[in-house]
């Protein structure tokens, strides 16, 4: 279990202050993938760095299974730190040493035995698919292959953390797919708690229980992706679900309608002109697969103002949808405008 309380951690370099990290709060269940999601220079990697104490935080606290790690040191800190593990986008392997040189690297360095340490190296790398790659050297083998091998090399000392930076972000599609796979399936099989950062929607889609988007330092969202889909006005949903730009029309409503699990099976669109005799017009949608749930999102028309539709929106939130109304417009402003807000929006998490 990670938690994360007020965190803060500020860079100062030739006079001038960056704030990296401005008050964040976090906690990852045991067993959880959690993803914090941003662009470039939002502080994710820095705030990654202060959970394993590689960066000394200025304020705030950080609990690892219950251990407070800014109160311990010499010894004491070593062991809390071996038991968090940390993946990186470029790997950093040892050009000179072999793949399973590689994993063993950190059992020398705590000192386990030679026998054992073999052992431990071939249970290592069987976990993560290399076996016969033992003998290859970093520069024979794929980017895929290497990520594996830091991942092999981060379980060394049995962690029940594990770090991620963005560990996928240096390889295609296809492997960064196996990758996050093999992530799920760790976690899974070894009860990690992944706390994982990632500029790609796609990521935190595939395997995280819990998100947050990252800004500036802070979390402008956070909570179990689901019900962050489910949010009215949720940058994330916005970004995993890329909608057509609304255009108003006068006397029509505009809703979004998120539905999560059982009810993408209800034909609520059928039912909702069946029982009002209305015609309602599909804008867009679509639906994924996320968490293992199947979310929808659906653009939805309807004839009249808002106020004339309030029994039809109120029977599709009794049926269990989220329901955000999108018209009218705030103001006789052209149409183009709402649209221009949410696509930057999705550009700021990409
Ligand atoms: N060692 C450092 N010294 C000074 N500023 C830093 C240092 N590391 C990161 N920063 C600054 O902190 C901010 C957050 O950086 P970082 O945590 O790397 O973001 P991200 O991983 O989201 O791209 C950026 O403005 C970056 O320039
Ligand atoms: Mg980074």
């Not at 409503?253 to 998120?258: A, H, Q, R, S």
């Not at 705030?330 to 999705?346: L, V």
Request: charged content about 25%.
């Amino acid at each position: 279990m990670i938690q994360i309380e007020k965190l803060r951690k500020i860079y100062r370099a030739r006079g001038r202050e960056v704030t990296a990290v401005d008050g964040v709060d976090l906690t990852v269940p045991e067993g959880e993938i959690f993803g914090v999601l941003g662009r470039s220079g939002a502080g994710k990697s820095t705030l990654l760095r202060c959970v394993n104490l590689l960066e000394r935080p200025d304020a705030g606290r950080v609990v690892i299974d219950g251990r407070d790690l800014l109160a311990l040191d010499g010894a004491a800190l070593r062991r809390a730190r071996q038991g968090i593990g940390m993946i990186h986008q470029h790997f950093g392997l040892l050009g000179s040493r072999t793949v399973a040189g590689n994993v063993a690297f950190p059992l020398e360095v705590m000192g386990v035995p030679r026998a054992e340490r073999s052992a431990r190296v071939a249970e290592l790398l069987d976990l993560v698919g290399l076996t016969e790659h033992a003998r290859a050297y970093p520069a024979q083998i794929s980017g895929g292959q290497k990520q594996r091998v830091g991942i092999a090399r981060a379980l060394a000392g049995r962690p029940k953390v594990l770090l991620s930076d963005e560990a996928t972000s240096a390889l295609d599609p296809e492997t960064t797919a196996s990758i996050l796979e093999l992530l799920r399936d760790l976690n899974r099989r070894l009860g990690l708690t992944v706390l994982l950062i990632t500029h790609e929607m796609d990521v935190v889609k595939r395997i995280c229980d819990s998100a947050a988007v990252m800004r500036e330092g802070r979390f402008t969202e956070s909570g179990p992706v689901t019900e962050l889909l489910a949010r009215p006005g949720s940058e994330l949903a916005r970004g995993l679900f890329p909608l057509p730009p609304v255009v108003p029309r006068d006397g029509s409503t505009v809703i979004e309608v998120t539905f999560v699990g059982g009810a993408t099976d209800q034909p609520f669109v059928s039912a909702l002109a069946r029982k009002y005799s209305l015609d309602v017009n599909i804008l867009g949608g679509a639906v994924e697969t996320i968490g293992g749930q199947r979310v929808g999102r659906l653009q939805l028309e309807l004839p009249g103002d808002p106020l004339a539709n309030a029994a039809q929106l109120a029977f599709l939130r009794d049926s269990g949808l989220a329901v955000e109304i999108k018209t009218p417009a705030p103001a006789p402003t052209p149409a183009s405008e709402p649209t221009a807000a949410s696509a930057s929006a999705e550009e700021d998490v990409r």
